[in-house]
Each structure stands twice: as C-alpha cells, then as structure tokens.
C-alpha cells in the first residue's frame, strides 16, 4: 500500500508539521510540495524556517516547490495547510481535477457536504464525500478536520453522549503556535494572557454540532447540545489546554465518566494513539510541557475530574499542531485509505 502525496503551503506553521510527521511514513510519500507565488522552483530547505523540530527532515531539503495549481501535482492524496481565504479558492480546483483534499482549513469545514471528521468520534460521516462528488460534479473531494482547540475537547465529548449530555462550557488557554509565525508579538503576549482569538469561540461552538451529529441521508442532523466558549491565548509554544464543564439530563458520576473515556478506542491505522484518550490522576496534571507528546502527540490528556454544583469539570490536553492540525489530516487520509475511499 503506497500513495504519493503533496502538501500545499508547505512553508508554514503546519504545512511544515506535515513535512515531519510525513517522514518515514508506511503508506504516504511525499512526492511534491506547493506554495506561493514568490517561492515556485526554490528548494523547501532554503525556504523555511525550521521552528518545529531540531532538523529539516532531509527528504525535504532539496525538493523543489511548485505552484498551487492541480496541473503541476502528481499525488494521489493532497494534503492542505493553507489559509482559509486561498483554501477557499484552491482546494475546489484540486478536488475538481480529481485529486483527495485531506485539509486542515477552515474554508469548507462546515459546508452541508463536506466530512468535518475525527476518526474516532464520527468515520461514518465520510459517506458524505459521494453526496459533494454527485453535487459539485467533481471526480476528487474534500474532507476536513475541525478546528484545534474544537478537536481535544470533542473527542473527550463523544463517550459523553451516551450519558446523556446536554451542555458544555469550555475555557481554553492556548498555546501561541496556534497563532502560526512569527504569531503573536513578544511584546503583547510576554507576562499576559490575550481574551481574544479571531472566530475560535464561533467555531468552537459550531464545529461540534456536526461532528457529534448524526448523519442521516444525505447530510447531517445537527447534535442538540449547547456550547458556550471563551478563547484565551497564552504564552504555551505548544499545546492546548481546556477547562470542560459538562452538563448531563441525570446525575453522573466521576467513575462513570471515566469509564467512558476509557472507552473510546482508538483505530488501527499508522497515526493513531495506543490510547486515545489518556487520564491522568495527578492533581496538577495534565500540563503542556510535560503532557503535550502523550501518544506521539495524538492523544489527548485528561485531568482533575471532579463533580460541581452543575455537573462534571475536567482539563484537557492535546498537541495543537499534532492532534489539532496536521497529524488530524494525515489520520483522516488513513481512514480513507482503510475504508478504500481512494
């Protein structure tokens, strides 16, 4: 089993996470890397700046970038770190021309006919991709994977539904590669935490609405919860944390809901986690130094669960740029490859 693969802006913050991640990958080589204008024909190596690992993965260094444009790819997936705004543009050409779009942009996430998946939480979604192929008259497609900070706390909400869950709150503190580079300037973010991050409590909010919801004919019945979210950014490099506050419509215990989260098992796929979702019983646990690469960086760490006067209140933990962004596309591209939707 072996599929060729391109990553476009492969530059970036996350475009540069799939370069690593893609490394010495069972199933996906990369065969092509796409960015903008300025840099087409230049080698990857002298284009970056290597922020997330110690090295350039050396398969990387000398190839040669070209443009964002599905006549100068040959990949049977394509994997997406673009910007919203030229997702919007790009990705329907790629899907068009018959390519698989495995995107971490939020341009199409909640399009009626586009998969907004987790592969743990909602895999039947991908019955989805045949309703957008007959309706766009496109050969290829588009999947998405949601938001970062919507993605820890989901997956810790899909064992939930069975015990009758009804509201969630959720505080985030997150973590500044989220913002991208160079992100947020030193100046505003050094000895502060900033209450304000553009359109995350939106997607917060609604994201998680269609991906617990059910699928039924040819789209998605959304899940009847409400989401209330407050989006801080905090000076963490990496790692989403989240204050949860879930509500339920009967009294739930905490060894209940850890029952449930040790439930949720993971896939057999090459990224997948031995265990989705890891407990940690320690009283200042989970942390974003010590926690964030649990599972190669796809799992997600639980903490402090404890009742209140309103429900059930946890932390959770994930790796941003890992589980939250380009190593959620790359598992999304595997369960299309398990399921033989390529």
């Given at each position: 089993m072996h599929y060729s693969v391109c990553v476009l802006g492969a530059t970036g913050m996350v475009g540069q996470k799939f370069v690593q991640l893609l490394e010495n990958h069972p199933w996906f080589e990369v065969k092509s890397l796409a960015a903008s204008e300025r840099r087409i024909g230049k080698k990857y190596g002298s284009e970056v700046e290597w922020l997330i690992s110690?090295?350039?993965?050396?398969y990387a260094r000398d190839i040669e970038m070209v443009p964002l444009d599905p006549k100068y790819v040959d990949a049977?997936?394509?994997?997406?770190?673009?910007?919203?705004?030229?997702a919007k543009e790009v990705e329907p050409k790629f899907a068009e021309a018959g390519f698989a779009v495995s995107s971490n942009a939020s341009a199409f996430r909640m399009e009626?006919?586009?998969p907004l998946v987790i592969p743990e939480v909602n895999a039947d979604h991908l019955r989805l991709i045949e309703v957008q192929k007959r309706r766009r008259n496109w050969?290829?497609?588009?999947?998405?994977?949601?938001?970062c900070t919507t993605t820890m706390f989901v997956i810790t909400l899909k064992p939930l539904m069975d015990l009758g869950l009804k509201s969630?709150?959720?505080a985030s503190?997150?973590?500044l590669s989220g913002a991208g580079y160079p992100g947020v300037p030193s100046l505003a973010i050094t000895d502060n935490v900033i209450p304000f991050i553009k359109n995350e409590e939106e997607k917060c909010e609604t994201?998680?609405?269609?991906?617990?919801?059910?699928?039924?004919?040819?789209?998605?019945?959304?899940?009847?919860l409400k989401i209330s979210a407050s989006c801080h950014r905090v000076p963490v490099i990496d790692g989403h944390t989240e204050a949860v506050w879930v509500e339920f419509d009967r009294d739930v215990s905490v060894e209940e809901v850890k029952d449930a989260f040790n439930s949720l098992k993971p896939l057999e796929l090459p990224s997948s986690p031995e265990k989705v979702i890891v407990i940690r019983n320690e009283p200042d646990r989970p942390q974003p130094r010590l926690d964030r690469d649990t599972g190669r960086g796809m799992s997600v760490v639980v903490g402090r669960i404890r009742k209140d006067a309103w429900g059930i209140k946890y932390i959770v933990l994930g790796h941003n740029t890992v589980r939250g962004a380009a190593g959620a596309s790359i598992l999304n591209a595997e369960l299309l490859v398990k399921e033989k939707m390529l």
């Open positions: 110690a090295n350039l993965p050396e049977d997936i394509v994997f997406s770190a673009l910007p919203a705004d030229i009626e006919d586009v050969d290829g497609f588009i999947i998405t994977n949601p938001n969630v709150r959720i503190m997150q973590a994201e998680p609405l269609k991906i617990l919801g059910t699928l039924k004919g040819d789209r998605v019945e959304l899940a009847k």
